[in-house]
């Protein structure tokens, strides 16, 4: 059983910043590629980033340039830095792994 726990959503204006967390309890996060997607309400789910097992990461267009995805083995955790964040923005956002997801947390851009 794959556990992913997620962390870090909250309120914020725009033109701020937040981190969500991904833990993976006893589990490395380098062994499988991984990803954030997001999902709005009346919308579909989107990928918002990934990263393979490799290190190779991607971005949906609508978030490079301001948003990261990185991991820290030692911690067995995936991030996503999110920086000057826009109200089209607000979703809840879902760490994923090998068709596993975490429960969401969401995350509100104020104008």
């Known amino acids: 059983q794959v556990q992913l726990e997620e962390s870090g959503g909250g309120l914020v204006q725009a033109g701020g910043s937040l981190r969500l967390s991904c833990a993976t309890p006893?589990?490395?996060?380098?062994?499988?590629?991984m990803g954030w997607v997001r999902q709005a309400p009346g919308k579909e789910r989107e990928l918002v980033a990934r990263?393979?097992?490799?290190?190779?990461?991607h971005y949906a267009d609508s978030v490079k340039g301001r948003f990261i995805i990185s991991r820290d083995n030692a911690k067995n955790t995936m991030y996503l830095q999110m920086n000057s964040l826009k109200p089209e923005d607000t979703a809840v956002y879902y760490c994923?792994?090998?068709?596993?997801w975490g429960q969401g947390t969401q995350v509100t851009v104020s104008p």
């Open positions: 990263i393979t097992s490799g290190g190779t990461t």
């Open positions: 994923y792994t090998e068709g596993h």
């Open positions: 006893g589990r490395r996060v380098t062994d499988y590629a």
